[in-house]
């Protein structure tokens, strides 16, 4: 069985210019969740998505963060304008439903470099 | 609101030397408890879990025992092996409006030399 894959895994961009994250879930897993990873520290959600809903956004920035989760299935996550403090791993995680006890899967992560 | 503190690190042990990675948390209800490891260059695994006071999650060698008197979710191997050296995550999940949502702490850096 696939895990959750994410792309790009390296992205480095300037200041000001947008960036997108694409994460494809685990087939049959209706709750999608991204966090947020700074170097030395463990992942903050960001988003929480059952189905194609936004059930717990309220720790994105909404100014310059956006999320998307078309059809329930892949998400994207976009910064416009990134800024410095932006550089960090960003990870997409998937379970079978939102159950507390149930099991986060995690990608690989996409880290980016904001120059 | 929630919160999960780990021992500092990060720790270097010897192959075959006892662990013990330290965390304790801060929840308003009774959340599950987690450890994930995250191996150089791959995504966090979840490594073992319990669910409620006195359970004891296990998994390859790895153990933690849910203790709610002390607030408290240790992770312990009795040898360790080179192939252990990782960065391992408590972290914990609680309900209500946080349902499914996680709070990790900060990571602790494990490094075994044989």
């Known amino acids: 069985e696939a895990g959750v894959v994410q792309s790009p895994r390296y992205k480095i961009i300037e200041k000001k210019q947008p960036v997108a994250f694409w994460c494809n879930p685990i087939?049959?897993?209706?709750?999608l969740y991204w966090y947020l990873q700074n170097l030395g520290q463990g992942p903050e959600l960001l988003i929480r998505y059952e189905n194609e809903e936004a059930v717990d956004d309220s720790q994105l920035p909404k100014d310059r963060f956006s999320a998307e989760r078309l059809k329930g299935v892949d998400s994207t996550l976009k910064i416009q304008p990134a800024e410095l403090g932006d550089s960090a791993v960003y990870l997409c995680?998937?379970?079978?439903?939102?159950?507390?006890?149930?099991?986060?899967?995690f990608g690989p992560g996409t880290r980016l470099t904001v120059l | 609101g929630d919160s999960v503190t780990q021992m500092e690190g990060p720790v270097t042990l010897s192959e075959e030397a006892f662990l013990t990675i330290n965390c304790t948390y801060t929840?308003?209800?009774?959340?599950?408890l987690f450890w994930y490891v995250q191996y150089p260059g791959e995504g966090l695994q979840l490594l073992l879990k319990a669910t409620k006071a006195d359970d004891k999650g296990s998994n390859k060698g790895f153990e933690a025992t849910y203790r709610k008197e002390t607030t408290s979710f240790h992770l312990e191997k009795g040898s360790v092996q080179v192939s252990d050296s990782a960065v391992y995550f408590c972290a914990l999940s609680e309900g209500g409006t946080s349902y499914g949502k996680l709070t990790f702490g900060q990571g602790t850096i494990l490094t075994v030399h044989p």
């Open positions: 087939s049959g897993h209706n709750t």
């Open positions: 995680a998937s379970s079978l439903t939102s159950g507390g006890t149930d099991t986060q899967y």
């Open positions: 929840a308003t209800g009774y959340p599950s």
